[in-house]
């Protein structure tokens, strides 16, 4: 089996070219961190005909994002993932830079690369969830970014950082009540005018050094409360690096950041061979 290993601000993946299945404890035993590959998820590259989830959508954009979590469960979006996957694709020879369409669970998604740099996301429209989940005692906001998120507000400024710094995020937070699919958790804290800074344990993962439709939320949640105009590049910084999140007038949320190829490599057929579904 064919990877790709890759990063978005060192939120990781392991690409599968070849479109290889993927059974949940294949998923596990690849993003194992010790014994696999490691990584926070997998993103199978499928044509979006080949695919029932992809193929409504084979008539708009020629490639599928079958995206999985670290523990094999199936994921609706990913914003890093997507850049990841967009650079894996031109890299590769198979789409031209400039602008191109990606089928995911969440919906089409338009990305916008060169050959080299930052690539951006169009993410689409956020929508409001109908649920006033507290954390650990405190309001927070849930936002869908065609996956389900629960914003936590902090302290602005020092006060905010230093608790931001002291939480444990080895287990996920305790959300009441829970969303019904599950959520991610994103911990926010303003140092600026349209800045933030931002740790979140991810649905199906744990923390993770980024998280794209995370970011988005947190930036759409933060508009929200503070009665703030959109059309504004915000700097939101996470423990693996930067992204630049604007959330247009007409509706959906743009993410800019790195996306970063690492190695390529083949698994070893007598290890597969131990893998079981």
Aim: one cysteine or more; hydrophobic letters at 45%; aromatic letters at 4%.
């Amino acid at each position: 089996m064919r990877w790709i290993k890759g990063h978005g601000t060192q939120n990781d993946f392991l690409l599968l070219p070849d479109g290889d299945p993927l059974p949940p404890a294949l998923v596990r035993a690849l993003c194992d961190r010790r014994a696999g590959l490691g990584a926070d998820g997998v993103l199978r590259v499928v044509p979006a005909a080949d695919d029932p989830d992809g193929a409504p959508m084979a008539a708009e954009a020629e490639w599928f994002m079958d995206y999985r979590n670290a523990d094999g469960s199936v994921a609706e979006m990913c914003g890093n993932g997507a850049r990841v996957f967009a650079r894996h694709l031109v890299d590769a020879g198979l789409a031209e830079p400039g602008e191109l369409r990606l089928a995911t669970r969440g919906g089409l998604r338009t990305v916008w690369l060169a050959a080299a740099g930052d690539v951006t996301v169009d993410m689409g429209v956020p929508a409001p969830i109908p649920a006033r989940p507290t954390v650990g005692g405190r309001q927070a906001t849930a936002v869908s970014m065609g996956n389900p998120h629960v914003v936590v507000p902090l302290a602005a400024g020092e006060p905010g950082l230093a608790e931001l710094a002291g939480l444990c995020l080895t287990r996920p937070p305790d959300v009441t009540p829970a969303l019904p699919d599950g959520q991610n958790v994103e911990f926010t804290v303003r140092v600026g005018p349209r800045a933030l800074v931002l740790r979140v344990h991810e649905r199906g993962v744990g923390e993770t050094q980024a998280c794209g439709t995370g970011v988005c939320a947190a930036v759409v949640a933060t508009i929200q409360a503070a009665g703030e105009g959109r059309d504004q590049p915000w700097a939101v910084d996470v423990p693996g690096g930067r992204l630049t999140v604007v959330w247009t007038a007409a509706g959906p949320v743009r993410l800019a950041g790195p996306a970063v190829l690492v190695a390529t490599g083949e698994t070893r057929p007598d290890w597969l061979a131990t893998i079981t579904a």
